[in-house]
């Protein structure tokens, strides 16, 4: 199994845990559904605000597998893409899209089940004068990211893992997985062992 792979089937707590919280992206951006989840290298676009000519360059050239993670600067007015762009995104074997930013046809993305992770929704379309830049390190939600790092998204959130970090991540993200299930496992239905754990904390 890939690391993505392995990286898919970890909620985004874990990871942000093992990451210490220092790599989540604002928690204003959220997927359209919660059962998308979102697991990819991120191919990354600077986009001015009200121009997304450079989205499609982003579909262009990325390739299949990869997230497009798109910088607008937290604008809410204007939409990167609706609907028919982001088919074709899907189309092209893009794994999913995460904005600082909004889109548009909300209806129309759902309706592609196709994972997207937004500020939310507007009406007002982009220009297209051409400017932006891909494939460059960005902020976006607060978080830096470089090409190539990997994203990982559910419903409680997005979360970037550095390239040079996965390995060790990913080790520490499986290990708070086991952690978590045997904690739950230990108890659950058990009153003396949750007054154990409540009182190990506040003792």
């Not at 604002?26 to 605000?49: C, D, H, N, Q, W």
């Not at 220009?127 to 390190?137: I, Q, S, W």
Request: hydrophobic letters at 40%; a negative charge; proline letters at 3%.
């Amino acid at each position: 199994m890939s690391i993505i792979e392995q990286f898919q089937e970890i909620p985004t707590t874990c990871i942000s845990d093992a990451l210490k919280g220092l790599n989540n992206l604002s928690s204003a951006i959220k997927p359209l559904k919660e059962e998308y989840r979102v697991a990819g290298r991120a191919f990354t676009v600077k986009m001015p605000v009200g121009d997304n000519l450079v989205v499609l360059k982003a579909i262009r050239e990325a390739r299949p597998g990869d997230v497009l993670v798109i910088d607008a600067k937290g604008d809410t007015y204007r939409a990167i893409a609706g609907d028919f762009i982001l088919g074709m995104a899907q189309t092209l074997g893009i794994k999913g899209i995460i904005v600082d930013g909004v889109i548009r046809d909300v209806v129309g993305i759902k309706e592609l089940n196709y994972p997207v992770f937004c500020k939310g929704t507007t009406i007002a379309a982009s220009g297209k004068a051409g400017e932006g830049e891909v494939n460059v390190h960005i902020s976006c939600g607060g978080a830096t990211i470089h090409p190539g790092d990997i994203v990982v998204g559910d419903a409680d959130g997005v979360v970037v893992i550095p390239q040079s970090m996965e390995e060790e991540v990913l080790k520490l993200s499986l290990e708070k997985v086991d952690k978590d299930i045997k904690r739950v496992q230990k108890v659950s239905g058990n009153k003396e062992e949750i007054l154990a754990y409540l009182d190990h904390f506040l003792s």
